[in-house]
């Protein structure tokens, strides 16, 4: 038998295994090396660190502490002494895998305590078994496809839009004063234009085509009554739900990316009221439309905000209980794209 295939490693024969396991002594590879406080491992020797971890181990917490006997002399009994102290104020801390081994240190992901034996080195920090063999991804798409690979498994498809309204941003990440400034600037500037788009979508000639003439127009307009009931008429009569949920994926998606994926209470209200913004801009642009159809100039903005939040008023009044129903549907997709 060559050097070379007692080289090589017995799970990856493609591999040469350069290394040996501390525990049984196998050669092993790269890809199937864990690096622990104590050197390499192989998979086996792993699944044995964690062969009983659960009820034996909790059942033998109280067990007494391993330690290192001291020569007798001032030094050791001020050792002893400071440790004693110490251990008077905090508590002793075992670890989980070996209930007979003090330990101060924690896995940096479940804060399951650890010890040397067991702890698995990575590029973020020290971790249990588990979460080693079980990495959690991190935001974004490059990052879960490489999480993918690791694990054997097929990556995601490419980043669309749709695809990624349903997946759940990570809760556990913080949201900090800059995410929730970027998300209103998101939020109102896609609802700003949408809304102003479908301002323009909707019929604004429809309840002045019966009116005869122009004359006729411009002294109804100067009642803020007529305005409101054609604003109204043109509302109730245009297409729904599509637009409504339209606004809310999209005004969702927004305040998503660009808080690079976070979730939480405060951006789901962000959110929803950013629908809201949006519901209203396509209302100011709608009879903005139509003043300046009869007139053929920019309404005042104080009688058009007026007759805008009478519109609405009405609206919530009872006048118009499917529009609100709609207008419920594309707040809820906002909220739900940004929910925990």
């Known amino acids: 038998m060559s050097t070379n295939q007692l080289l090589r490693c017995n799970r990856h024969p493609n591999e040469e295994a ?3 396991c501390g525990d049984c002594g196998t ?3 790269t890809i199937c090396m ?3 406080g104590e050197g390499p491992r192989c998979p086996e020797c792993m699944a044995n660190i964690n062969s009983g971890f659960g009820a034996t181990a ?3 917490r109280t067990q007494p502490v391993e330690g290192v006997v001291l020569s007798a002399g001032s030094e050791a009994a001020r050792f002893d002494s400071a440790r004693e102290a110490y251990y008077a104020t905090e508590p002793v801390i075992y670890c989980a895998r070996h209930p007979q081994v003090e330990t101060m240190l924690r ?5 399951t305590p650890i010890c040397p034996r067991c702890m698995v080195h990575s590029g973020v920090g020290i971790r249990c078994p588990d979460c080693a063999a079980n990495p959690q991804r991190t935001v974004g798409l490059e990052a879960e496809r490489a999480a993918a690979a690791a694990r054997g498994q097929k990556p995601p498809q490419a980043d669309t839009g749709f695809r990624n309204y349903w997946s759940k941003g990570q809760a556990y990440q913080k949201v900090f ?3 929730y400034l970027l998300a209103i600037l998101a939020g109102l500037g896609t609802a700003i234009g949408l809304g102003l788009v ?3 979508l909707m019929d ?3 309840g002045l085509a019966r009116v005869a003439g122009r004359n006729q127009l411009q002294a109804l307009f100067q009642n803020n009554e007529f305005w409101v009931s054609q604003i109204s008429g043109a509302v109730q009569s245009s297409i729904h739900l599509l637009p409504e949920i339209a606004l809310g994926v999209l005004v969702g998606e927004a305040i998503a990316r660009v808080t690079q994926n976070r979730v939480g209470r405060g951006l789901q209200l962000i959110g929803g009221l950013a629908v809201v913004a949006g519901i209203l801009v396509s209302i100011l642009t709608l009879g903005a439309r139509m003043y300046s159809s009869v007139y053929g100039t920019f309404p005042p903005l104080d009688r058009l905000l007026g007759v805008t939040l009478t519109t609405i008023g009405q609206q919530l009044n009872g006048n118009g209980l499917g529009i609100l129903i709609f207008w419920g549907i594309g707040i809820a997709f906002a909220v739900f794209r940004l929910k925990k």
């Open 58 to 60: 909790s059942a033998n």
């Open 27 to 29: 050669q092993i590879c």
């Open 177 to 179: 004063a800059r995410h």
């Open 34 to 36: 864990t690096l622990t």
């Open 18 to 20: 350069r290394l040996m």
């Open 107 to 111: 896995c940096g992901r479940c804060d």
């Open 198 to 200: 479908w301002g323009f």
């Open 204 to 206: 604004a000639s429809r």
